[in-house]
């Protein structure tokens, strides 16, 4: 089942905070975080594995809450490359190697 | 980490003709994948492409209409058969090195139109 993403889409200035959520009503093993830019293939940021782990990739970072099966994107001083679709993949086991991707989240960095 | 080529990167197909993408992986992996993603929107899982067998279709797609070979482990193919104008869409590989917790590598995609 797709997971859900909020909000559909963000416009920021640079220098601005801005969170995603993903959320998903079956139990996960993991998330995993893509951001696309038009035109190009998805670039992977980070994964969170079950137990609520918080991961750190320079100003961006994210968390996994296992017990609401959720899972947060927090792009902090935001920066014009940073720009793009973002798109949260989810597993819900260890043995699967596919993703479902949720609906994804446009993020528009203006100057 | 896994570079993946895809050939064609776009082509324009008449209707009712086939058109076979291939994707190729500089190393092994464990697991490739088939996503489709129409225009501003997310990517939909077609199938796993599995080695030496039948590949694993997702609700909504049928192995007459996207057949899957995968003869090792860095090459596989997707076929989109019988085309019409809702075909048209960009048609990416994806493989990931190990089961498990491991990032997933996509291709470029291929920019399908159907005319």
């Known amino acids: 089942q797709q997971p859900v993403q909020s909000p559909q889409a963000v416009i920021l200035r640079e220098g601005e905070d801005a969170v995603i959520n993903c959320s998903s009503s079956?139990?996960?093993?993991?998330v995993h975080w893509y951001r696309q830019k038009h035109g190009e293939a998805p670039v992977f940021l980070m994964i969170?594995?079950?137990?609520?782990e918080q991961k750190g990739h320079e100003k961006i970072s994210a968390s996994f809450n296992e017990k609401k099966q959720q899972s947060s994107l927090y792009l902090t001083a935001s920066q014009l490359s940073y720009s793009g679709t973002y798109f949260c993949?989810?597993?819900?086991?260890?043995?699967?190697?596919?993703?479902?991707f949720g609906q994804g989240t446009t993020l528009q960095v203006k100057p | 980490s896994a570079v993946i080529s895809q050939k064609p990167s776009r082509d324009i197909c008449q209707r009712g003709t086939s058109l076979t993408i291939q994707c190729q992986v500089d190393?092994?992996?464990?697991?490739m994948f088939w996503y489709r993603q129409q225009p501003g929107q997310s990517l939909t899982l077609i199938a796993t492409?599995?080695?030496?067998?039948?590949?694993?279709?997702e609700s909504g797609f049928v192995i007459d209409k996207f057949p899957i070979s995968r003869p090792n482990l860095t090459f596989s193919t997707l076929t989109v058969s019988n085309m019409s104008p809702e075909d048209s869409s960009i048609y990416l590989c994806?493989?990931?090195?190990?089961?498990?917790?491991?990032?997933?590598?996509f291709g470029q995609g291929t920019r399908l139109t159907v005319v």
């Open positions: 994806s493989a990931t090195l190990r089961r498990g917790a491991t990032e997933a590598f």
């Open positions: 993949g989810t597993r819900g086991s260890s043995n699967t190697g596919k993703l479902i």
């Open positions: 190393s092994q992996v464990t697991m």
């Open positions: 492409a599995n080695q030496g067998s039948e590949a694993t279709y």
């Open positions: 969170l594995l079950k137990g609520g």
């Open positions: 079956k139990a996960l093993y993991s």
